[in-house]
């Protein structure tokens, strides 16, 4: 006996899984001017309204309202919580989805920048032992417009104070390269120039070091930054903090990033978890000076924040400092990374979506 074909299902369209092209095929193939296409666009990145109602996009004739309505979703993420460091800078939002996960998105105040650190998963199949996404495993992967979603929540929070986000990074929870589509899809919705308007340079992808996902961006001259984690200078240590390095090895990832450097005529930046006594002392910042050594790239050092599945200390100060000045014999510039929002678990490697 065969069971019946139960119709599928249809889902409504999340406008902001869309990109400006698709907006406007959308809103002509229903007999309406592009012009309305570009008004709701507009309405959408721009105004960054929160609701899709007549009040909120009064431009948009009552018609076109009505398909919107009955046809489409917006990804507007409730937020289920949040924390403000007690320095002001962090601002950590637990954002609710539609199946009812929760996800984390960060907004950061450097000198002269807001930057909003964003998911692209909720949680991480990487398992890398410090980080504690890493320590609560996959669930699923983030949609173009759960992606793009975020981001416009930070925006819509700065525009109340008249501000408007210039950066973002895909270093919330979460691997980006496992989630490629999704990712890239995204990254274009943010950049366009109509909408959120992010420079390609304002957005950084940053890898656990998917060697594949690296070469595709290489190959398809992806505009957006890259930021690789590496946090150890051979395989054997390499492997003992990212299980991942079994299947991409380090020699893999390394000719992965001299490619897509060369291709690409673009510089990647090395992250570098310093943990005390594993990965900070002189030898290793000569192993890793070495290996990078006439490679366009620069080195974030990022001293390790606290997390309750791992016990490793974050390496001193001065060890960074020492660090940093070795890595400058080779040639290598570097930075160490302002701690930001650590006594609101918002930190690098923080972000496990509890409360
Ligand atoms: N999955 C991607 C991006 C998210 S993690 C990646 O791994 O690159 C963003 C950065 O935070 C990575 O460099 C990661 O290694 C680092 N990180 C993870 N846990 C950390 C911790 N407990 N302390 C400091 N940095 C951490
Ligand atoms: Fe995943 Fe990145 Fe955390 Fe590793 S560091 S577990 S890749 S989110």
């Given at each position: 006996?065969?069971?019946?074909?139960?119709?599928?299902?249809?889902?409504?369209?999340?406008?902001?899984?869309?990109?400006?092209?698709e907006?406007?095929a959308l809103v002509?193939?229903?007999?309406?001017?592009?012009?309305?296409?570009?008004?709701?666009?507009?309405?959408?990145y721009?105004?960054?309204?929160?609701?899709?109602?007549?009040?909120?996009?009064?431009d948009?004739?009552?018609?076109?309202?009505?398909?919107?309505q009955?046809?489409?979703t917006?990804?507007?993420?409730?937020?289920?919580?949040e924390?403000?460091?007690?320095?002001?800078?962090?601002?950590?939002?637990l954002?609710?989805l539609?199946?009812?996960?929760?996800?984390?998105?960060?907004l950061?105040?450097?000198?002269?920048?807001?930057t909003?650190c964003?998911?692209?998963?909720v949680?991480?199949?990487?398992?890398?032992?410090?980080?504690?996404?890493?320590?609560m495993?996959?669930?699923?992967?983030?949609?173009?417009?759960e992606?793009?979603a975020?981001a416009?929540?930070?925006?819509?929070i700065?525009?109340?104070?008249?501000?408007?986000?210039?950066?973002?990074?895909?270093?919330?929870?979460?691997?980006?390269?496992?989630?490629?589509?999704?990712?890239?899809?995204?990254?274009?919705?943010?950049?366009?120039?109509?909408?959120?308007?992010?420079?390609?340079r304002?957005?950084?992808?940053?890898?656990?070091?998917?060697?594949?996902?690296?070469m595709?961006?290489?190959?398809?001259?992806?505009?957006?930054?890259?930021?690789?984690?590496?946090?150890?200078?051979?395989?054997?240590?390499?492997?003992?903090?990212?299980?991942a390095?079994?299947?991409?090895?380090?020699?893999?990832?390394?000719?992965?990033?001299?490619?897509?450097?060369?291709k690409?005529?673009?510089?990647?930046?090395?992250?570098?978890?310093?943990?005390e006594?594993?990965?900070d002392?002189?030898?290793?910042?000569h192993?890793?000076?070495?290996?990078?050594?006439?490679?366009?790239?620069?080195?974030n050092?990022?001293?390790?924040?606290?997390?309750?599945?791992?016990?490793?200390?974050?390496?001193?100060?001065?060890?960074a400092?020492?660090?940093?000045?070795?890595?400058?014999?080779?040639?290598?510039?570097?930075?160490?990374?302002?701690?930001?929002?650590?006594?609101?678990?918002?930190g690098?490697?923080?972000?496990?979506?509890?409360?």
């Amino acid at each position: 006996m065969t069971t019946p074909a139960t119709p599928a299902s249809r889902l409504p369209i999340n406008l902001h899984g869309l990109t400006r092209d698709e907006l406007r095929a959308l809103v002509t193939s229903w007999d309406f001017s592009p012009v309305h296409a570009a008004r709701l666009w507009n309405y959408l990145y721009y105004e960054a309204v929160g609701a899709l109602d007549a009040d909120s996009m009064p431009d948009i004739p009552a018609r076109l309202m009505q398909r919107l309505q009955s046809e489409c979703t917006l990804g507007i993420l409730p937020i289920a919580h949040e924390a403000h460091s007690s320095d002001g800078f962090t601002r950590k939002y637990l954002l609710a989805l539609p199946d009812d996960r929760r996800i984390e998105t960060v907004l950061m105040r450097f000198t002269g920048r807001v930057t909003a650190c964003i998911s692209s998963q909720v949680g991480c199949a990487m398992g890398c032992v410090f980080c504690a996404t890493g320590q609560m495993g996959f669930a699923r992967h983030l949609t173009a417009a759960e992606i793009v979603a975020q981001a416009l929540h930070v925006q819509r929070i700065l525009k109340v104070h008249g501000e408007r986000l210039r950066n973002v990074v895909l270093m919330g929870m979460g691997e980006p390269l496992h989630n490629y589509d999704a990712v890239m899809r995204a990254a274009e919705i943010m950049r366009d120039s109509n909408g959120l308007a992010l420079g390609a340079r304002r957005i950084t992808l940053s890898t656990v070091g998917v060697v594949p996902g690296i070469m595709r961006m290489a190959n398809e001259a992806s505009p957006i930054h890259l930021a690789v984690s590496l946090h150890a200078a051979t395989q054997k240590e390499r492997l003992a903090l990212v299980p991942a390095a079994r299947r991409w090895p380090l020699d893999q990832l390394i000719d992965a990033c001299r490619y897509y450097i060369e291709k690409l005529n673009r510089r990647i930046f090395f992250e570098w978890t310093l943990i005390e006594g594993q990965n900070d002392t002189e030898a290793h910042a000569h192993a890793v000076g070495k290996l990078l050594s006439g490679m366009q790239a620069q080195v974030n050092l990022i001293p390790l924040n606290p997390t309750t599945g791992y016990a490793g200390a974050p390496g001193r100060t001065d060890a960074a400092k020492k660090f940093q000045a070795i890595l400058a014999t080779y040639d290598l510039p570097s930075t160490i990374r302002q701690r930001r929002g650590i006594d609101i678990a918002a930190g690098c490697g923080q972000l496990a979506a509890s409360v």
